[in-house]
């Protein structure tokens, strides 16, 4: 039993704001990276120079895109949206049924702050999203 078990309504309105504006982390897999760079026609090496950085998280050194200078997501265009839409990482197909955002309704309200796409329009069900929150991508 949890507090979303009639399920949780969520439809993404393009609005961009979880791509764009605020320091964070885009976290990516060895696996995320050889796709990405294959997409973009680049080898690995020269992928993870241009478009990754490192950092610790949870005691582990981890992957994660870069941000562009004004902390939009690296593969963000405006105007146009996610430019790897189909090969986005995990942590980007799982928004917003994170754990820590379904952890509680005031963690899914607040996240509501910030994405408008949450508490309208499709219903996920309670099952859809606890599958999504045990596997979402994040560290
Ligand atoms: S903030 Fe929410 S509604 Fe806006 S693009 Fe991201 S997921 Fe979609
Ligand atoms: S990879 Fe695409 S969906 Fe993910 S944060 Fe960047 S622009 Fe947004």
């Known amino acids: 039993m949890s507090w979303y ?28 990276i050889a796709r990405l760079a294959e997409r973009l026609g680049l080898d690995e090496a020269a992928f993870r120079r241009r478009y990754i950085r490192e950092a610790w998280r949870g005691g582990e050194q981890r992957t994660s895109l870069v941000d562009k200078p004004n902390h939009d997501c690296v593969f963000y265009a405006r105007g146009v949206g996610c430019t790897v839409y189909d090969d986005r990482p995990k942590q980007c197909r799982t928004w917003p049924f994170w754990k820590r955002v379904v952890e509680t309704r005031e963690d899914w309200l607040d996240a509501g702050r910030e994405c408008p796409g949450i508490g309208r329009g499709r219903l996920h069900t309670a099952e859809e999203i606890r599958t999504t929150a045990s596997d979402d991508g994040l560290p």
């Open 5 to 32: 078990d009639p399920g949780l309504k969520f439809s993404c309105t393009n609005c961009g704001n979880c791509c764009t504006g605020s320091p964070g982390f885009t976290w990516v897999d060895d696996r995320e």
